[in-house]
Structures are given as C-alpha cells and as structure tokens.
C-alpha cells in the first residue's frame, strides 16, 4: 500500500467531482458553535470566560439547568420506550400536547368556530421548520422572516435551495403605536412575493424571539394577522403560510398570545380564506430541557379537515424520507407528565423558576446596559438580548480578547445569552459592549 494515497501536485480538488453544484455552494462553521467553541478553549486554558454563546439555559457555575421532573421521568421509562421506534407520525399522545402546547386553552373555543388541528412529531423545532420548507413553498422561492432571526434559519433554507427575503424587525417610525411590527415592510415584502411566488412562507419567531427576546403585543399580533389575511383575500390563487416559531413560548408572559388573537380574529370574520394555513413549530428543547432527545412537532391549522388529511400523510412522507421517525423517549415522557396533574404541577414550578432566573438576569443586563450607556433592543422574554451595531465581529473579538466576555455576531449585531449569564456577570458584559463600541466608532 502507498504511504500516502493523496497523489501530490495534483492540481484540482475532489469537490467539483464529487459534490454536487448545490452542496458546493455549502459550508463554513455555525457562527454559534464557533463562538462557544472558543469560549471553552478559553475556559480550558484557565481564563475566568463569561460564555454567553449557547442557547441552553445553564447554572451559575456553566453547567446545564434541567428540568428534574422531565429527566426523572425519562429515566423510569421502560425498554420498549427508550429504545423502540415512535410510530411515523408519533406518538398520538404527543401528538395531541403539541397541539395544546401551541394553543393552550383556545383550542377548544377555536375549534368550536370551525377552525382543526393536525400535528406530527419531528427531531425538534428545527424538523418542524425543515418539513414546512420542504413542503409549503416551491424550490427556488424566497421564505419571508423578519431582518433579525436565527441564524440556523438561513442553513435550513439554503438546505432545501431555497432564498430568504426578510422585512425590518423593528419600524423606523411605528405607525398606530406599533412599535415592534413594521406593517409597512411586511406588506411590501409581501407584495413583491406575491408577483413571484405561487406559495408564500413566512416564519416569525414569536413570543421570546431569539436573538433579541422580543415579543409582539396584543395589537401586534392582530395587525400582522390581519394583513397577512388580507393578503389571503385579495389573492386567492396565491398559497400563504405563517408559521409561528413558539421554540420559546413556554418562558413568555403570554405563551398561547397567538392563539387568542388567532380566535379575535376569527369572531371578526365569516370565513377564512382556503389559501391560508396557519402552523406552529412546537419543540420540546428548552421548554422541557430535552435539547438533545430532538422532540418537537410541526401543527397545522385549517378549518379543511380533509385537506389536514392530506397535509399530515405529506408531512409524514417527507419526515419520513429525511429522519424516519422522530425519537420516541420524550414523546412519551413528556405526554404523560402533561396528563398527570401531580407530574404537571411539579413541572411547571420547575419551569416557572427557570423563568424567574431568566428575568432576574435580563433585568440585571438592563440596568447594566443603562448605567454603561448602551441601547439593546426592545427585550421581554426567553433565553436572549440583542445589541444591534456595525462592527459586531470587531466587538466580539474585542470583548473576548480584552474582557474574556464571549457572545455570538450575528447579522446586524451581537446575541447576549441571557440564558447562560450569571445575573452578577451581567456588568462584565455591559462593560465589554460598550468598551468595543467606544473603540470601533
Ligand atoms: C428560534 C428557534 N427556533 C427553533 C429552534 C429549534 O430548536 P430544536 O430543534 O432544538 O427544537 C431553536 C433552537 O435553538 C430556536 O432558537
């Protein structure tokens, strides 16, 4: 056998032969996991490292917070749940919570107007999002977001070659006291798409938006519906789905506010338009603190049942052609806790603490942004806090360098985990920001 079987002095790479054009126009480190990364090589090597790169929620001392109903749960249930497929579709249990955890107490009274629900088990969130885009748009179509969004969107679009076309996070000048939609920039997008597209899909992160943590209001909520109902009224030959990305609802002051203004809506109207879907991403990572055991589901409303049929046998077909069936474990744990009062009141104290840290911590990172001078974004609820800013990579590498202060540049700006930041930490990071930004104006 040749020593080294890489003939040397060739002059062309494997790539272009053995990847395909789509593939080869991949690649490059998840700006996250590079960030976190560096923070642990710094921790490693002895630096007192502030890590507000990931988004798991972690203890004082770094290590991750688990919701000990959940995990006790998981690990008494037997061989056949732990280590045994879920039916493709999941769990019928599981199915039925995704549905409650996207609607809460409205599903009744929505239901009661006309409106169904179907959902199907998917690896996390992210399966949900992944399954909507293979599905709800063509390929080659552009998706709306908002300008601010998580950066793993962009991979899980490019993934189904698909574009992105996004509207302003917050308005330049709110209009009707709106101040965190900017009606005018969702409607323009969607007017140039509707020229473009057969189907329309947008995704809004909503409540607890990651990266900034900001939620929409009551009056926010109704607008966005309205016009995206208007919308479905005045084109009918044009498909439109809104997804509500809930990944992090559960922490929100308002956890099910899109239900409720999903049934105001209802009341006002007397018929929803056909050419309209309204969905959920429901995941069960942070909410239940099973980041890894890839539990979530994708839930579809329509008041078509026959066409939710459909809906789930292709949501079925695609999971199924992509991770077979979602993982079974949390599935079953996590629908048993929710039917079992005592289960579900020990639950959501545990949930609720975790809630009372996060804004104790984004209260801490508040008062220190005011007392250093610095403007985050508007910021409510969930695991993050935004600094919008030019030099964002220059700042972070100013604030790890000089500050040991780790946290993620995204487009626009810089991501403060929240949830991984010790409340007393917070000035440190304060500090750090508004040091990189003194330097690089
Ligand atoms: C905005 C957003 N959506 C969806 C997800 C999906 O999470 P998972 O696939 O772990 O359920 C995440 C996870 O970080 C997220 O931040």
Redesign the pocket.
């Known amino acids: 056998m040749e020593e080294n079987m890489l003939a040397t002095g060739e002059d062309y790479s494997p790539s272009p032969l053995l990847l395909n054009p789509h593939a080869q126009t991949k690649g490059g480190d998840d700006p996250i996991f590079h960030w976190f990364s560096r923070s642990m090589a710094a921790k490693a090597e002895g630096f007192d490292v502030v890590n507000g790169t990931l988004?798991s929620l972690l203890h004082e001392d770094g290590t991750l917070m688990v919701n000990k109903t959940v995990e006790a749960h998981i690990r008494q249930q037997p061989e056949r749940e732990l280590c045994g497929y879920a039916p493709l579709k999941g769990l019928p249990p599981f199915r039925e919570l995704a549905i409650e955890m996207a609607l809460g107490d409205q599903r009744v009274p929505l239901e009661k107007l006309g409106l169904s629900a179907i959902s199907i088990a998917t690896?996390?969130?992210?399966?949900a999002?992944s399954v909507s885009a293979t599905n709800f748009i063509d390929r080659g179509d552009n998706l709306l977001l908002r300008n601010r969004h998580?950066s793993?969107y962009q991979t899980i679009i490019h993934e189904q070659n698909c574009g992105i076309e996004t509207w302003p996070l917050i308005p330049e000048s709110p209009v009707n006291g709106l101040e965190n939609y900017d009606g005018h920039g969702f409607t323009s997008a969607l007017t140039g798409l509707v020229e473009r597209q057969k189907r329309i899909l947008i995704w809004l992160?909503d409540p607890a938006?990651?990266p900034t943590g900001l939620s929409l209001c009551r009056n926010e909520r109704s607008a966005l519906l309205n016009d995206i109902w208007g919308f479905a009224v005045a084109h009918p030959s044009t498909g439109f789905t809104l997804l509500i990305?809930a990944?992090?609802s559960l922490y929100a002051n308002e956890p099910f506010g899109w239900a409720e203004s999903i049934l105001e809506k209802m009341k006002s109207e007397r018929k929803w338009p056909t050419n309209l879907m309204l969905c959920f991403?429901v995941?069960?990572?942070?909410s239940h603190t099973v980041?890894g055991l890839?539990?979530?589901a994708l839930v579809c409303l329509h008041p078509d049942k026959k066409f939710l049929n459909n809906v789930s046998d292709v949501l079925l077909h695609s999971g199924r052609g992509t991770w077979s069936a979602a993982p079974r474990v949390a599935q079953r744990a996590i629908s048993e806790i929710h039917n079992d009062a005592q289960l579900l009141e020990k639950w959501t104290v545990e949930r609720d603490a975790f809630k009372q840290l996060l804004a104790a911590r984004r209260e801490a990172l508040r008062s220190s942004a005011i007392t250093n001078g610095l403007s985050i974004n508007p910021t409510h609820d969930g695991?993050f806090a935004f600094l919008e800013c030019e030099e964002n990579h220059a700042i972070c590498e100013m604030a790890a360098k000089d500050h040991q202060v780790y946290l993620v540049p995204l487009k626009g700006g810089i991501r403060i985990g929240v949830c991984a930041i010790p409340e007393e930490k917070m000035e440190r990071v304060a500090v750090a920001l508004a040091d990189g930004l003194a330097r690089t104006r």
Do not use: F, I, M, V
């Open positions: 988004g690896p996390g969130g992210c399966g999002l998580w793993p992160n938006h990651n990305d990944a992090y991403a995941s069960c990572s942070k980041y890839r539990t979530g695991y």
